[in-house]
């Protein structure tokens, strides 16, 4: 059975910290999946289907990053699991939680008619 575990990290620093934890516990890098400078601050939320992502140059405070870890079977995912807990992935229910500088754009209680 295969699963993907994905963790969502605030820094680029704490992902690779991640990556190395996974490999030293013994993880393939083939299993591994970093994506850096996803933006963390301004999207928030996703369908599932699509992550917003910022170029590589954006600042360091202003963004973080994704790791997926695709594992064979069930105690793999739960070390993955563990592992990245350890490491400092946000817990997905309180990253989504936090809140934007404008939680619905498209509201305007000024504009009530």
Avoid: W
């Avoid at 704490?14 to 400078?37: M, P, T």
């Avoid at 301004?42 to 170029?55: F, I, L, P, V």
């Avoid at 973080?64 to 490491?87: H, K, P, Y």
């Amino acid at each position: 059975m295969f699963q993907s575990i994905i963790a969502i990290f605030e820094t680029n620093e704490e992902a690779q910290k991640a990556k190395r934890a996974l490999i030293s516990h013994g993880f393939d890098l083939s299993q591994i999946e970093v994506n850096y400078n996803v933006d963390v601050e301004d999207d928030r939320s996703t369908d599932g289907q699509q992550t917003a992502t910022t170029e590589h140059d954006a600042p360091e405070e202003d963004s973080g990053s994704v790791v997926t870890v695709r594992t064979n079977n069930m105690q793999e995912s739960l070390d993955a699991t563990t592992i990245l807990e350890d490491c400092g992935a946000l817990d997905v229910n309180e990253f989504s939680a936090k809140p934007t500088s404008d939680p619905d754009p498209f509201f305007d209680p000024e504009n009530l008619s």
